[in-house]
Nanobody, 117 residues
């Protein structure tokens, strides 16, 4: 089992920045990849970025060049640095982890991000 706790969301003006955090605990050796999803009001859940064990990343086109994922293996934390935020980035952001076989997914509770003036 893996437990994830994400945080860091809030209200920010367009063009601003936020950094989301995700603390992982439990059987971390089973994790094959981690990342972030988001879901805006009335929208489908969307993969924002994933990072595999080799730290190869895959960003959705809408956030390339603005968002950056990173991990601190000592603290067992993952971060999502979000810059140049736009109103369309408004969503609940949830960190996730999946096992090596991609047969099990674990989720954070979600942290809301609102980009508005």
């Amino acid at each position: 089992q893996v437990q994830l706790v994400d945080s860091g969301g809030g209200l920010v003006q367009p063009g601003g920045s936020l950094r989301l955090s995700c603390v992982a605990s439990g059987n971390l050796a089973t994790i094959g990849a981690m990342g972030w999803y988001r879901q805006g009001a009335g929208k489908q859940r969307e993969l924002v970025v994933s990072m595999d064990s080799a730290e190869k990343t895959n960003y959705t086109e809408a956030v390339k060049g603005r968002f950056a994922i990173s991990r601190d293996h000592v603290k067992n934390e993952m971060y999502l640095q979000m810059n140049s935020l736009k109103p369309e980035d408004t969503a609940v952001y949830s960190c996730f982890a999946r096992n090596w076989a991609a047969s099990r997914f674990y989720w954070g509770q979600g942290t809301p991000v609102t980009v508005s003036s």
